[in-house]
Antibody
Framework: EVQLVQSGGGLVRPGGSLRLSCQVS????????MSWVRQTPQKGLEWIGR??????????DFAAAVKGRFTISREDSNNTLYLQMNALKIEDTGVYYC???????????WGQGTLVTVSS | QSLLTQPPSVSGAPGQRVTISCTGD?????????VNWYQQLPGEAPKLLIY???NRPSGVPDRFSGSTSGTSASLAITGLQAEDEADYYC?????????????FGPGTKVTVL
């Protein structure tokens, strides 16, 4: 069964850092394109970044709002995708989802989501 | 501000047909980029409902259908059921000028009367 299970998240001060994890089962995290999407009351669903499969070169791309502050990586040994978030801002507060980029391209499946709160 | 626009809400009685519009422009839907639709039940993650304009993933009832025309797309739900009460989002790709490779609509809340 294909499943994405997320962990990490929590409360962090502005300017702080946080790392989110997305453990994948049912396929290899190296073999697919994956994305992070966040959901906030202000902007709704917002795509923030993606990583291409190893076969396609493994490059990452980010939305302008997080470029230079967020990075995406993966670890083959534990089949996990990561989102490293630095220099966090209050407006980064929201629920963060990992998702597989599939036919379309579309996002399917999604992780269960994890809440990130940036507040002083 | 979303690059795709959707009505905030639509409603219908059980058994009725409702449609949700998704309007873009020449930099997204109008460029030939496909439209996907997601259903988000309360407290859950979004779930893919329609991909590549008019295709249903395995397990999605045929009551749900999608279509596109020009710079717009539509999601239709026929035979509305109580369990269809949820938020629905359209999504497409965007030209790189905006810095967003993928864009979502603001969502439409479907209420079953």
């Amino acid at each position: 069964e294909v499943q994405l299970v997320q962990s990490g998240g929590g409360l962090v001060r502005p300017g702080g850092s946080l790392r989110l994890s997305c453990q994948v089962s049912g396929f290899s995290v190296n073999n697919v394109w994956m994305s992070w999407v966040r959901q906030t009351p202000q902007k709704g669903l917002e795509w923030i970044g993606r990583i291409k499969s190893e076969y396609d070169g493994g490059a990452t791309d980010f939305a302008a709002a997080v470029k230079g502050r967020f990075t995406i990586s993966r670890e083959d040994s534990n089949n996990t995708l990561y989102l490293q978030m630095n220099a966090l801002k209050i407006e980064d507060t929201g629920v963060y989802y990992c998702a597989t980029v599939t036919t379309g391209p579309s996002f399917d499946p999604w992780g269960q989501g994890t809440l990130v709160t940036v507040s002083s | 501000q979303s690059l795709l626009t959707q009505p905030p809400s639509v409603s219908g009685a059980p058994g009725q047909r409702v449609t949700i519009s998704c309007t873009g422009d020449s930099s997204n839907i109008g460029s030939g980029n496909v439209v996907n639709w997601y259903q988000q039940l309360p407290g859950e993650a979004p779930k893919l409902l329609i991909y590549a304009n008019d295709n249903r993933p395995s397990g999605v009832p045929d009551r749900f259908s999608g279509s596109t025309s020009g710079t717009s797309a539509s999601l239709a739900i026929t035979g509305l059921q109580a369990e269809d009460e949820a938020d629905y989002y359209c999504q497409s790709q965007e030209g790189s000028v905006t810095g967003h490779l993928y864009v979502f609509g603001p969502g439409t809340k479907v209420t079953v009367l």
